[in-house]
Nanobody
Framework: QVQLVESGGGLVQAGGSLRLSCAAS????????MGWFRQAPGEEREFVAA????????YYADSVKGRHTISRDNAKTTVYLQMASLKPEDTGVYYC???????????????????WGQGIQVTVSS
């Protein structure tokens, strides 16, 4: 059974920073592309960032490029999302997701991911 557990969310003022973590268990972490998505109330789930299983490429939504950084620690089977210069429009529930093995095509689409965490709330106040 694959489990993804997010942590690190909360309330932060605009311009501030947060680091989200996603601890994975139940599979070989290093063989999966890991992604972060977010969903605001009444909106569809949208892509934020992804880290390819290949180890040499990351993908970012234009809205977060230059502000957020995705990284992973394969030894700890954890993926991180460092968020900086936060804006109120970054508010939402953030989900961690994992693909099946050796996949990174379509990494910006929710359809590419087979496993999802429960989500964690991030609120950015103006």
């Amino acid at each position: 059974q694959v489990q993804l557990v997010e942590s690190g969310g909360g309330l932060v003022q605009a311009g501030g920073s947060l680091r989200l973590s996603c601890a994975a268990s139940g599979r070989t972490f290093s063989r999966s592309t890991m992604g972060w998505f977010r969903q605001a109330p009444g909106e569809e789930r949208e892509f934020v960032a992804a880290d390819s299983w290949r180890g040499d490429r990351q993908y970012y939504a234009d809205s977060v490029k230059g502000r957020h950084t995705i990284s992973r620690d394969n030894a700890k089977t954890t993926v991180y999302l460092q968020m900086a210069s936060l804006k109120p429009e970054d508010t939402g529930v953030y989900y961690c997701a994992a693909t099946n093995y050796y996949r990174d095509y379509g990494a910006m689409s929710p359809a590419a991911y087979a496993y999802w965490g429960q989500g964690i709330q991030v609120t950015v106040s103006s």
